[in-house]
């Protein structure tokens, strides 16, 4: 059923876009990213040809950005990692991706064995051209669920790819 769904397929059903900055950006143009692009949870690090690098999350930007609230005992032990760090290449991760043509049983995997909410999308030459996040998996099982029970089910629509 849900196992020969095809990312391609599905991607772009809840989050038309991924967002992303380059390695360059300051935490402050991470932050307004991630503010301008409320459903996502991470903001994706590209170079000049739009080929994913890394990954900043939510959780990990309020980390960087709030790190002076916490109380003095307890940023003495956390606050190494992040002393100095003002751009995306400082605090960025690498990133555990997708391709189009992989399954929506492959992306569940990799999200549950990375404990992820969402993946980006990567062509041939791991250039970003979407993402898919736990919804969009939700949304295409239920579709897949109330179709073979005969039920009258969501009609949904891909867009457009993220790229030419």
């Not at 000049?48 to 790190?67: H, R």
């Not at 609230?69 to 307890?74: D, G, H, I, K, N």
Request: aromatic share 6%; with cysteine.
């Amino acid at each position: 059923m849900v196992e020969t769904v095809k990312i391609k397929d599905m991607r772009m059903l809840v989050t038309p876009h991924p967002a992303f900055v380059s390695k360059d950006a300051t935490t402050d143009e991470i932050a307004k990213v991630m503010i301008a692009n409320p459903r996502l949870k991470s903001v994706y690090v590209v170079d000049d040809k739009l080929q994913l690098i890394g990954k900043i999350t939510l959780k990990m930007l309020i980390k960087q950005e709030f790190m002076n609230l916490l109380p003095s005992r307890l940023s003495y032990f956390g606050a190494l990692e992040f002393v100095g760090k003002n751009a995306a290449e400082d605090i960025m991760i690498s990133p555990v991706s997708i391709k189009d043509e992989d399954t929506l049983k492959t992306a569940f995997v990799k999200m549950y064995e990375s404990d992820l909410d969402e993946l980006p999308v990567v062509d041939e030459k791991c250039r970003l051209i979407g993402n898919i996040d736990l919804l969009e998996l939700l949304t295409m099982l239920i579709e897949k669920k109330e179709q073979k029970a005969g039920k009258k089910y969501l009609k949904l629509a891909s867009s457009r790819p993220f790229y030419k």
